[in-house]
Structures are given as structure tokens and as C-alpha cells.
């Protein structure tokens, strides 16, 4: 009965050992999720305060239109004749 008493107070111990570390572990994600909640408040902050702050060029707040291609629109470029090329 001593071995099996034995085994059994080993694997008590391992238990605690690995309570231990899942603790450190479940705390460490804790603080990471607190940093991130943080950061991202931040950042929505910031990009609030980008979107209406005065003081930036008024083409800084603006969003990037792609730029219609003139070439290629109506079957030609700007003053083609629309007939083929032939040098």
C-alpha cells in the first residue's frame, strides 16, 4: 500500500505544480486582454480625433477615389481616331 500512497501524494504534487502554472497562465492572458482593450480604445480614440480634427489639410480626411482611366474609354485614348495604328 506504501508505493500506491506514494504515487498518489506524486500526483497531488504534480496537481499543485500545474494549478500553479495555470494560474501564472490564466493571469498573464488576463493582463494581455486588459492591454489589448487598451490599445484598441486607443486607436479608436486616435482615428476619431484623426477623422474630425480641423487642424489636418482637408485632403488628409478625405477617401482615395481610384482615378477613372481616360485610355481605353469610348473604345480609344484622348484624340484617337478609333481606327487601328499602323506605323
Known amino acids: 500500500m506504501s508505493e500506491i ?3 498518489q501524494e506524486q500526483i497531488k504534487a504534480n496537481m499543485e505544480a500545474m494549478k500553479e502554472k495555470m494560474t501564472t497562465m490564466m493571469e ?4 494581455m486582454r486588459k492591454m489589448m482593450e487598451v490599445n484598441t480604445a486607443i486607436v479608436v480614440v486616435a482615428s476619431t480625433a484623426t477623422d474630425v480634427d480641423p487642424t489636418q489639410p482637408s485632403d488628409f480626411n478625405q477617401v482615395n ?3 477613372s482611366d481616360m ?3 469610348g473604345g480609344g485614348a484622348l ?3 478609333g481606327g487601328p495604328h499602323f506605323m
Request: aromatic share 0%.
Open 5 to 7: 500512497e506514494e504515487v
Open 28 to 31: 498573464a492572458m488576463m493582463s
Open 65 to 67: 477615389h481610384p482615378v
Open 71 to 73: 485610355v481605353g474609354q
Open 79 to 81: 484624340g484617337s481616331t
